[in-house]
């Protein structure tokens, strides 16, 4: 197709009287593409040229305004025109345009309505400068023209934060004009019409005087929860810099950072997980499955993760039963719930309307049999195979044939679970992270037997609960839990070796982070491993490295925080664990015992040998396809377990990495941890992020 029938393609322009309405249709988002840009700048420029066009309205066809720049085109030099260009025209156009949103404008889709001389929007429109998250900061004037219209110091909280706005919140900012309930596109043209013969530009405005004072504590609360990664620290510099420097000035600088940031790893990491979400739920055999509906849902077992789930399923608007074996433990379960909603309407998250609405769709009961009567049943019963074979069984002959049964294990075998059922095809692993309400993460477990219809239907179920479902296969551990096992064990071996705790710790903090293994293992709980380990413990394989110093530390009562001690001690009070020169000593003795000479290990060698352990056991999990792809691995680790966003997860990290250098250290690793240590195929589990 030639360029101009590209162009009329994607940007149409029809008068309506004297107002012409620049419509981009792109789907599926309305990306700022270079065909778009090419052809939005020409119809700007042509409209220029005609007398008899007095206003212009811009529109986008489809669900939802423009959403952005192209994040595909991110990768490679930006080909001209780019979106300034377009900013800037219709800043100099002498006549007046109008945005008309519905949907989502956000990054450059928002900067292009910021740029217009009014904005009207749909009531469940949002908007919002989210680059950020993508490692980048607005690059077509968003830091130049928020501050002028809301002031500095809320600039720096929406474009640090990347934070969506609901329409109301946009309107009382004065980012919009006005809500539309009825004909959104009639109403940009009344008002297009209304302001003929006057332009205002955002960019002849002065951003309003500000208390400094107010400035810095916005830029800090910005930096603390941005953790200061350089978009952030960047976002600042140009959003201050729109009250210190000339317009053209201010504005070239934004487009250089947003350049420089945009070539950076950290940006590459980021846009890399956005398209890895956009991936995880598709399997070419579920095209075209069509997903059962579920109204409501049950939970059985109303420990922690149950009423977490319950939580989950009540906030997305499911109606959810909660079950326990007896009603005390229920009722006791509910008051957490309330509590923790009642904490969320002091935090401001919701209104007291709303967390009454979320609470009322909990019922609870100790009646399996009439828990068992839902759309989806989830079991959170205690991790022991024995009993959750009993309750599917019980959930077998009490549901009717439509109702899918699901099991929270972290780690047990999901086809012997179904096996404990006449429905096999319909019982699949939906693997929550605590805490569930909050966790994005979602391991949605594929057994043997699971239909396509079952996992399109939990794959649906998912989305709908706002979370991020990744899909994987039956194996100890799944995904997450198995490469964390593998990265725990390499870490305790350090530390029999001669590395003390809080060394690795701290090497793994200062990768990114934010916790490492030994103080996560505090705040987990050391005696749920323990008890892994001894179910684990008659088939160990004698000649397999093991370290016995967690056996020991559980022995004497440490199982964490909990405990106020465990691999750390937790005097009152105190946020963070300190070492305790008790287990150094264990330690020490330990290694002795084993006949091992300790010694130092700098800082690199402990990420190194923690992350190369990481990126095996996945090439091995890819291999046995546990998992579908090497992004699938890089999203769970990344959403589930702390590793830094802005290195992509373990095996894109890897795939940045020197091929020799990483064969080495796995070579290394391997020789170090011993008998029993598989080593996985890198190069082709890494193959298609170097594609
Ligand atoms: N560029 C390219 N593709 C995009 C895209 C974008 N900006 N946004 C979405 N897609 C694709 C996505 O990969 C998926 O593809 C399909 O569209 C549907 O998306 C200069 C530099 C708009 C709220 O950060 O938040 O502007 O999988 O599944 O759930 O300053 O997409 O079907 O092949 O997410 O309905 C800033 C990103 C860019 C917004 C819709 N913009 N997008 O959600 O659909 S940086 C963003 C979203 C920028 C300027 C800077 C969401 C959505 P596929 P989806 P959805």
Request: proline share 5%; with cysteine.
């Amino acid at each position: 197709m030639s360029e101009v029938a590209d162009a009329a393609r994607v940007v149409s322009v029809v008068r309506r009287g004297d107002i012409a309405v620049l419509t981009i249709d792109n789907p599926p988002v309305n990306a700022a593409s270079k065909t778009v840009r090419s052809a939005l700048l020409a119809a700007i420029r042509e409209i220029e040229k005609e007398p008899a066009v007095a206003a212009a309205v811009i529109a986008c066809a489809g669900k939802t305004f423009m959403a952005g720049a192209d994040i595909r085109e991110f990768g490679r030099p930006i080909e001209e025109p780019a979106l300034p260009a377009v900013v800037a025209a219709i800043l100099a156009s002498r006549k007046p345009f109008v945005a008309a949103i519905q949907g989502a404008a956000l990054g450059g889709g928002f900067e292009l309505a910021l740029a217009c001389d009014a904005r009207v929007a749909t009531k469940d429109a949002v908007v919002g400068l989210p680059e950020v998250t993508l490692g980048i900061i607005p690059g077509a004037g968003g830091t130049q023209h928020l501050p002028r219209i809301v002031g500095l110091a809320k600039a720096i909280d929406l474009i640090c934060s990347g934070r969506r706005m609901r329409a109301a919140q946009a309107l009382e900012l004065g980012l919009l004009d006005r809500i539309v309930e009825g004909d959104l596109l009639g109403e940009a043209i009344a008002l297009a019409r209304s302001l003929a013969g006057r332009k205002s530009r955002v960019s002849e405005r002065r951003t309003p005087a500000e208390d400094p004072a107010l400035v810095e504590e916005a830029a800090q609360a910005a930096l603390k929860a941005g953790r200061k990664r350089p978009q952030v620290v960047a976002a600042i510099e140009s959003i201050r810099r729109s009250s210190s420097m000339p317009y053209a000035e201010a504005l070239d600088a934004e487009r250089k950072a947003f350049n420089t940031l945009r070539e950076g790893t950290e940006a590459a990491a980021l846009r890399y997980l956005f398209f890895a979400e956009r991936e995880s739920t598709k399997l070419p055999e579920l095209e075209g499955v069509a997903p059962q509906h579920i109204a409501s849902a049950s939970v059985i077992g109303a420990g922690t993760m149950g009423a977490g789930i319950a939580m989950s399923f009540a906030d997305a608007g499911y109606e959810v039963v909660l079950m326990d074996r007896d009603d005390a433990a229920v009722e006791r379960a509910f008051e957490r719930v309330r509590k923790a909603y009642a904490g969320s309407v002091a935090a401001g998250r919701i209104d007291e309307a709303e967390c009454q609405r979320r609470v009322a769709r909990i019922r609870r009961t100790a009646d399996l049999a009439a828990a068992a009567q839902s759309d989806l049943v989830i079991e959170a019963v205690f991790e022991d195979m024995a009993i959750k074979k009993e309750v599917f069984a019980q959930l077998d002959r009490a549901a009717p044939p439509a109702t899918i049964l699901a099991t929270n294990t972290s780690y047990l075998d999901v086809d012997e679970i179904a096996s404990a059922t006449s429905r096999a095809p319909q019982v699949l692993g939906l693997h929550f992270f605590s805490p569930a309400h909050i966790m994005r993460l979602l391991e949605v477990v594929r057994a043997r037997r699971t239909s396509p219809e079952t996992l399109a239907t939990a794959l649906e179920v998912g989305r709908r609960l706002r979370k991020l479902p990744v899909i994987a296969r039956v194996g100890d551990g799944f995904i997450g839990n198995r490469i964390y096992a593998a990265y725990r064990r390499q870490a305790e071996l350090m530390v029999e070796e001669g590395a003390m705790p809080e060394e690795v710790d701290a090497a793994i903090e200062a990768f990114g982070f934010a916790m490492g293994p030994f103080a996560v293992s505090d705040l987990a709980g050391l005696d749920i491993a323990w008890m892994n380990r001894k179910r684990l413990a008659p088939t160990r394989d004698p000649r397999t490295r093991y370290v016995e110093i967690a056996d020991r530390l559980c022995e004497r009562g440490r199982f964490g925080q909990k405990t106020r001690a465990g691999w750390y001690r937790y005097p009152e009070g105190a946020r963070r664990g300190q070492p305790d020169p008790e287990v150094a000593t264990m330690i020490e003795e330990h290694s002795k015992t084993k006949g091992i000479a300790r010694r130092g290990f700098t800082r690199e060698e402990i990420q190194w040998r923690a992350l190369v352990t990481m990126v095996n056991e996945a090439a091995l999990l890819l291999a046995e396809g546990i998992a579908s792809r090497a992004s699938d691995v890089d999203l769970v680790l990344v959403n589930g377990y702390g590793f830094p966003k802005h290195e992509g997860g373990p095996l894109f990290w890897a795939s940045r990495q020197d091929a020799a250098r990483l064969s080495a250290e796995v070579d290394r690793v391997a020789q170090i941890t011993g008998h029993g240590f598989k080593r996985g195929d890198i190069d082709a589990a890494l193959a298609p992020l170097k594609g």
